[in-house]
């Protein structure tokens, strides 16, 4: 991408944000994150979204050095969440003749968060409106609950443009490098997941396009290779496995929870050649465990038991899951406890709730300390698991 040119007419004005090491105040985000924001420069210049508060200065910089003293007609307004639309207020004052062009559903959400819904400013578009800015026409779908209400995408005709919203988004900024798939998987899982159903009606809508780009609001404009983004987000979207192999996720207060979980991972290694990740939920980044549980076609709980109940960070983990719609999964246990043990009882209750969930039985009861018989239940357990 030259000259920050995506398209005949389409210019990425997007900016990085290196500083943040929190995405919406509870993801990390070491490579930092883009806000992305595109001008389709037409005989009606066009401006797609715009970007976060924090970065205000350094995006109309860019705007205005595009712009060249001129003035646009749109302001496409995809999704009202802060990261992208904090300045639509700032573009409609300096630009008094600019429309914004929104689902139904922005209306009353632009009111709330800038005391005012512009008025006879605003231009309501449906499903499969369109709209010329000269050389180029603009398509619009509703995406709503991808992953808010208000959301729609844009696609521009003539270049086969898709403007996805937050879709096909990823952590890291504009220019990194490496596996699309690790930080997209774990922003899609951590802020799309709960959306399955909504993600894909938006696909079944993209089936039937012509694409050649996809300009999303987060990450890397993607050019290439388009069926093979497209296909993990029909996995995601349809909570099936992307990859076979059992992630082990556990806990421990002294060590011996630990133990035996990394033993089991171990076993099946080592006997049956099974892909294992192992995480210790009390030093991870949450947000790598909850893309990891849904990488994995099966899952393993390893927690003791605490006040009578689970030790506090297996409980947030697997009410992250809930949160997320976690299933179609296997699911075995290991729990500790030495007096009364009920954390794999806990455990098991919990993930008996969510959606088509096989869960093995028996439980592996770890009694304080692993001994030659928890290693017979782990060899047990781990035949169970195999695949």
């Known amino acids: ?43 009606k210049i066009t401006i797609m979204d715009t970007v976060d508060e924090r970065k205000t200065k350094e995006w109309l910089e860019r705007l205005e050095s595009e712009l060249a003293g001129r003035k646009p007609s749109y302001l496409v307004v995809s999704h009202l969440e802060p990261d992208h639309a904090s300045n639509v207020k700032r573009i409609m004052d300096m630009f008094p003749e600019c429309v914004a062009l929104c689902s139904a559903k922005a209306v009353p959400m632009m009111a709330r968060f800038f005391g005012t819904s512009f008025g006879d400013r605003v231009k309501v578009v449906k499903e499969g409106d369109t709209i010329s800015t000269g050389e180029h026409t603009l398509q619009f779908f509703m995406a709503p609950m991808v992953h808010w209400p208000e959301v729609m995408v844009t696609y521009e005709q003539s270049q086969k443009i898709l403007f996805a919203a937050d879709g096909f988004g990823k952590f890291g900024a504009f220019g990194v490098g490496g596996d699309w798939a690790c930080e997209a998987r774990r922003y899609y899982f951590n802020i799309c997941g709960k959306y399955g159903a909504s993600v894909q009606a938006l696909l079944k809508k993209a089936s039937g396009l012509d694409i050649a780009i996809i300009c999303p609001l987060h990450g890397p404009v993607l050019h290439e290779n388009l069926a093979y983004y497209i296909n993990l987000y029909n996995t995601w979207s349809k909570y099936e496995a992307e990859s076979k192999g059992v992630f082990v996720a556990y806990c421990s207060l002294h060590g011996n929870t630990e133990t035996a979980a990394l033993k089991l991972a171990e076993i099946l290694q080592s006997t049956y050649g099974e892909k294992v990740v192992a995480t210790d939920l009390r030093r991870c980044d949450m947000s790598e465990a909850i893309e990891d549980a849904f990488r994995y076609d099966r899952l393993v709980l390893a927690a003791p038991t605490y006040d009578a109940g689970v030790m506090p960070v297996m409980e947030d983990f697997i009410n992250h899951l809930k949160a997320k719609a976690y299933q179609n999964r296997k699911v075995g246990f290991i729990e500790n406890g030495s007096w009364a043990p009920v954390a794999g009882k806990k455990m098991r209750e919990a993930m008996e709730a969510m959606k088509n969930m096989t869960i093995i039985e028996p439980i592996v009861t770890v009694e304080s300390a692993m001994k030659e018989k928890t290693v017979e239940d782990l060899k047990v357990l781990a035949a169970a698991l195999k695949d």
């Open 1 to 43: 991408m030259e000259n920050n040119i995506i398209a005949k007419g389409v210019k990425y004005i997007g900016v990085d944000d290196l500083d943040l090491d929190l995405f919406e105040g509870q993801y990390a985000i070491p490579q930092g994150v883009s806000y992305n924001s595109y001008l389709i420069d037409d005989d």
